[in-house]
């Protein structure tokens, strides 16, 4: 049979009754040091306890996102629903648009073809009134002429 092994301390393990004698770690041939700090050692006082909290560096926040990365998972339901919603929405969102913007660019098709047709109208009217305003003024001036004409006889004095 083998040797019994002498008990080992874990670090960060705590005693579990204050009658267990506490086991210092021992490297390979050194002595056991007082106040030998283990990893995940609870402080003895509060004084302890702010120092470490000074000498710990500061670390940001772990994003939410993280966390299922951290535990070597995919992502969560949560996090799966989410991007299902969101690609949900975009798609409604952009056939929205879509059908917005082609109804709009319709109407402005239609709107076009009603201002070419009133532009067309408007320059035959305009065009008719020119020919109208021109027969008027020969007229004028036909009239003008028969009036100031002494060649022709008196007609006004028989009636």
Do not use: F, N
């Not at 009754?17 to 086991?23: G, K, T, V």
């Not at 305009?126 to 100031?148: P, Q, W």
Request: aromatic share 2%.
């Amino acid at each position: 049979m083998a040797a019994p092994r002498p008990p080992r301390v874990v670090p960060g393990e705590a005693s579990e009754s204050d009658s267990e004698p506490e086991l210092l770690v021992e490297t390979a041939g050194e002595a056991p040091g007082a106040g030998l700090k283990v990893p995940g050692e609870a402080s003895e006082t509060e004084e302890e306890e702010e120092e470490e909290e000074e000498q710990r560096p500061k670390t940001p926040p772990v994003p939410a996102e993280e966390p299922a990365a951290v535990w070597g998972g995919g992502p969560s339901l949560l996090q799966q629903r989410l991007r299902e919603g969101t690609g949900r929405l975009r798609g409604a969102v952009g056939s929205a648009l879509r059908q917005s913007y082609g109804s709009a660019a319709r109407s402005l098709g239609g709107l076009g073809g009603a201002l070419g047709r009133a532009q067309v109208t408007a320059a035959a009217a305009a065009h008719c009134l020119r020919l109208a305003r021109r027969d008027l003024r020969a007229v004028a001036d036909t009239i003008d002429i028969v009036t100031g004409c002494h060649l022709l006889p008196d007609i006004r004095g028989q009636l």
